[in-house]
């Protein structure tokens, strides 16, 4: 039997475009994948193991080597700058980190205050800027600080921009694209290298011959 590979799963918005590419990719997958509670799915077949956790941790589970390689954001890459090794650019789950705010916003003068799940990300794009703000981080609904007055701008992801519309809020800056990257564990790269460039190569295969994406 060949070395079980553990891959920590987003849950939530990505976890069915990712899903769905290591299927493509020819990994039999169980049905109970798509719409279990379970937290750790066990396929023996293709010596895998997939535990499923909360975007935002999954570069936690594989830096600490509790999970070989795993599936994360960009946007969650540059927040927690953990250290392991990006091999592939998924193409999925597409969207950017964006500022927005009201219309019409005045600038009072003072520091702005900006909403985020991103305040590293967010601080060094001010930074950049050359702008001082002071940070106030939410873990989600982002939206709703400028609409009651807890924040002046937010930085979140905007996919379709549908929640900025029906919020009344309006993008004024972009601050990068962001897609889906297989994320490796240093020591698990050296362990299993072999089921590991397996996994990039037939998921690269999917992703380069897919031009439509
Ligand atoms: C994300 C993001 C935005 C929304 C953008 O939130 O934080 O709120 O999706 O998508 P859209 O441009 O297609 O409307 P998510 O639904 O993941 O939940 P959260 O608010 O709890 O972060």
Do not use: W
């Not at 500022?99 to 794009?125: D, Q």
């Not at 240093?186 to 089921?195: A, F, G, Q």
């Amino acid at each position: 039997m060949g070395k079980i590979l553990t891959i920590a799963m987003p849950k939530g918005r990505i976890f069915e475009e990712a899903a769905g590419l290591l299927r493509q990719a020819g990994y039999q997958l169980p049905e109970e994948f798509d719409d279990s509670r379970k937290l750790i799915i066990d396929v023996p077949e293709e010596n895998l193991r997939f535990i499923l956790a909360k975007p935002m941790d999954v570069t936690t589970y594989v830096e600490h080597g509790v999970a070989d390689a795993g599936i994360a954001g960009k946007d969650v890459m540059l927040e927690e700058e953990r250290d392991v090794y990006e091999v592939l650019d998924l193409k999925i789950s597409r969207c950017h980190l964006a500022v927005a705010c009201l219309p019409h916003t005045a600038h009072s003068g003072v520091a702005p205050r900006v909403a985020t799940k991103y305040p590293n990300v967010a601080s060094s794009y001010f930074r950049e800027q050359g702008e001082q703000v002071e940070m106030i981080k939410l873990n989600g609904s982002i939206e709703l600080a400028p609409l009651i007055g807890l924040a002046d701008r937010i930085v979140d992801i905007v996919s379709t921009g549908q929640t900025l519309r029906e919020n009344g809020l309006v993008e004024t800056d972009k601050i990068c694209d962001i897609t889906s990257r297989l994320i490796v564990n240093p020591v698990s790269y050296r362990m299993k290298d072999e089921v590991i460039d397996e996994m990039a190569s037939r998921l690269s295969l999917i992703v380069e011959g897919d031009k439509t994406k």
